[in-house]
């Protein structure tokens, strides 16, 4: 009886697991097939569950009106979103590591409480306030929008990564004739630059995948992710279906090579 | 050339006085221990040296110059970590020659001194390795080799062997004695082990509570102890102590035994060492409770006048259980301690 039990648990176990893994990779695949393959098979049927590699789908998506501009535009706003988190982020982790301050439990709270807003709610008056200052419509003013976002997630990954950095390192270094400024130089930043470099990866995705924001402030200077957006209604299947793979792949790969790090951002050991 | 001077020192987190008005004067090469149970601010006053910590009250002076207002790289110090703080990202020749990099000094000065220290402290085998490829034995060589490499005036060691087994912290207990006696330097040494310090220290400090109870040679420690703590706190077994009732001109019971003692007319405590008794025909009656054959000698725990009283005996003596002892305490070996103050009496 207890082998039974055993058994078709295992077999819960295994099914639980295919099924999870359908629900992510499924989809996937067929953006897959659907980008890898000529428009015209695109949108006929059946569909097929190979695909052609044609890269007919891929070659009109190039050549979009304005779609390479939207695509320039995305890695102007997450590259520059990118180097503005960890400028602002890192040393915020670093403070919340090292020092102990009044309020700082407090501080790490409002670091949280930033997401807490949904973003519908701040674009109008942020639309305004950017009319206003003359920064709506503008690459850069998007990449502040979403380093505001992405921030939460810097400052938490610095902090965790910091803090995994020994003080007693910084304090031989002091012992050994360092600044503090060299000590970080020379002891600090080398230990965390993979870290660093995974959290700007991160704050990257975040600006990436931002429709949202992206859709209410921008208007001639769209991100591929409103762009998409905007001619989703009259826009071909094949076009979708590229679109939607660049987008995802470049996330994708990302996401996955810096898995580790966001696992420590959790709190779960560092594998 | 570095005389170091604590001149009254007090430490405050808060409320809790971590340090009392610490005076310390610390000879040029001397090697001075701090020793004391966790807590008691010896690591304190060794971050305060080396500037890792700033001192609420006092001064501190290394080489006739006041250093506790400069930043740890210009004092002329070099500290050892109970960690050891070796850097991962570096190898063992990168972190032997941190801080000399850091004084600019030419590569092949760097590479001399890094050579002649890691020979000193046999890893010379290892120079091209990093941290994470070294043994906790290894990567605590490397840290004093990289404190020795400074040629600092002053080397700071915090708990340096405590991370180490016990075979290792024996071994490298001597060597570091052997390698810092022959490399001139002023060292403070803090370790809560009274084995590390008496092997090693030229002087102890005893700590207690934020204060230093007594600072003296390894054997004045021993033998005379200032204050009724440093009875209980040094040798292993500690010192036993039973009460003493005056019977005027300097003579004191102790437990149906008279003793000569200080001149002092009021109670005292009596204390001797376990080892400084023999069986005898006359002295304190003990009952065994328990034997303990220890191959050099016999420690016998038994109770006099219902107290916990230790002996260290001959190995050859055959004890047992409930027999009962007749203990002669040597007279000179005999210390005084007074109840109210715990201060010792002579």
Do not use: I, W
């Given at each position: 009886m207890n082998a039974q039990t055993q058994s078709s648990g295992r077999f819960l176990y295994t099914a639980s697991v295919i099924l999870l893994c359908a629900w992510v990779i499924v989809p996937l695949y067929f953006l897959l097939i659907n980008t890898l393959s000529s428009p015209d098979t695109v949108n006929s049927?059946?569909?097929?569950?190979?695909?052609?590699?044609?890269?007919g789908s891929l070659q009109f998506f190039a050549g979009f009106a304005g779609m390479l501009t939207a695509l320039k535009n995305s890695i102007l706003v997450a590259g520059m979103t990118m180097i503005m988190s960890i400028l602002i982020g890192a040393p915020a982790g670093y403070a919340l590591s090292r020092f102990d301050f009044p309020g700082k439990g407090l501080f790490r709270l409002l670091i949280l409480l930033t997401?807490?807003?949904p973003l519908p709610l701040l674009a109008l008056p942020l639309a305004v306030m950017f009319i206003r200052t003359g920064l709506d419509d503008t690459v850069f003013g998007l990449a502040l929008v979403h380093t505001t976002l992405a921030i939460p997630f810097s400052v938490l990954i610095t902090f965790s990564l910091f803090s995994g950095i020994p003080l007693e390192l910084e304090e031989a270094a002091w012992t050994l004739g360092c600044t503090r400024l060299t000590a970080f130089t020379k002891v600090v930043l080398p230990l965390i630059l993979p870290g660093i470099t995974a959290s700007a990866i991160f704050a990257f995705v975040i600006s990436w995948n931002e429709v949202f924001a992206a859709a209410v402030l921008t208007i001639e200077n769209r991100t591929l992710t409103a762009f998409l957006l905007q001619n989703l209604d009259t826009s071909p299947l094949h076009l979708k279906f590229a679109g939607g793979f660049i987008l995802v792949v470049p996330a994708l790969i990302f996401i996955f090579a810096v898995r580790k790090y966001l696992f420590a951002m959790w709190g779960i050991a560092n594998r | 050339m570095a005389v170091i001077e604590i001149k009254n020192v007090a430490k405050r987190f808060g409320e809790y006085q971590?340090?009392?008005d610490i005076n310390l004067t610390i000879a040029d090469q001397e090697f001075m221990v701090l020793l004391?149970?966790?807590?008691?601010g010896k690591s304190t006053l060794l971050r305060i040296i080396a500037g890792l910590e700033t001192a609420t009250e006092g001064e501190v002076w290394i080489g006739g110059k006041r250093i506790?207002?400069?930043?740890?790289?210009?004092?002329g110090i070099a500290m050892v970590f109970q960690n050891y703080a070796?850097?991962?990202?570096?190898?063992v020749f990168e972190n032997i020659g941190f801080g000399l990099r850091m004084q600019k000094l030419p590569n092949d000065e760097v590479t001399r001194r890094v050579e002649r220290t890691a020979g000193l402290m046999h890893i010379d085998q290892l120079l091209?390795?990093?941290?994470?490829?070294?043994?906790g034995g290894q990567r605590q060589r490397v840290a004093v080799a990289r404190a020795l490499a400074m040629e600092p005036d002053v080397i700071l060691m915090d708990e340096?062997?405590?991370?180490?087994?016990a075979l290792l912290r024996m071994e490298m207990r001597a060597e570091l004695k052997g390698v810092l006696a022959e490399s001139n330097t002023t060292a403070i040494y803090v370790t809560h082990d009274q084995v590390e310090a008496m092997s090693m220290a030229d002087r102890i400090s005893v700590m207690h509570e934020g204060r230093i109870v007594q600072a003296a040679s390894p054997i004045d420690v021993y033998?005379?102890?200032?204050e009724r703590f440093v009875a209980g706190f040094i040798g292993n077994p500690p010192m036993n102590f039973l009460d003493a009732t005056p019977q005027g001109a300097g003579q004191f019971l102790v437990a149906g035994q008279s003793f000569a003692g200080p001149s002092a007319n009021k109670p005292l405590e009596f204390a001797i060492r376990p080892e400084d008794m023999t069986l005898s025909e006359t002295g304190l009656t003990a009952t065994a409770k328990v034997v303990e054959p220890l191959g050099a000698h016999l420690l016998v725990t038994c109770e006099v006048e219902g107290k916990l009283f230790r002996a260290v005996l001959d190995s050859d003596l055959r004890v047992s259980m409930g027999d009962t002892l007749t203990l002669a305490p040597m007279q000179d070996r005999i210390r005084w301690f007074d109840?109210?103050?715990?201060i010792a009496v002579k």
């Open positions: 049927f059946p569909k097929s569950f190979v695909p052609e590699f044609d890269l997401r807490a807003f | 971590a340090l009392h004391g149970a966790s807590g008691c506790d207002h400069l930043p740890p790289k210009d004092r070796v850097f991962p990202h570096l190898t091209k390795r990093y941290s994470g490829e070294l043994s340096p062997l405590s991370n180490l087994d033998r005379d102890p200032a109840p109210d103050t715990q």
